[in-house]
């Protein structure tokens, strides 16, 4: 995959663990996020966010940024996101998120590789083997 121009929005995935115990509470916690901590995401540049966990205490969190490394710093400076952090440390056995979050690389993104097959912007198949779609498919093969 191509790297990301400048003011282009990236996909940022990370992970992170949390104490298994105590995942129910800690998504009871995120169901209601204090509105000055997601104003202060929102503000420092973090886009279309989300969080995701699983039953071994393992949390994946997703957002979109034009600039992620300064949306990170830009929490960093948050006096909010100190105090969210603290509230949250008892759910971490050592480190919090914010010392433990190891970024994931993206290898695989359906509609970069779409939009590769077809700048155009024509229809693309649904799957493999739907007729629908066989007509277009076989044009774009014999353009190759």
Known sequence: MTGPRPGDRRRVMFQFRVRPELLDEYAREHAAVWPEMLRALQGTG??????????DGLVVGYFESTDPDGARAGMGLREVNARWQAAMARFFAGAGPDEQMA????IFHLETQLAALDPAGATHPTHP????DAAARSTREEQR
Do not use: K, R, V
Request: charged share 20%; net charge negative.
């Open 103 to 106: 970024e994931l690389t993206e």
């Open 46 to 55: 973090w886009e279309n966010y989300s969080i995701f966990t699983a039953p």
């Open 129 to 132: 083997n739907d007729p629908a």
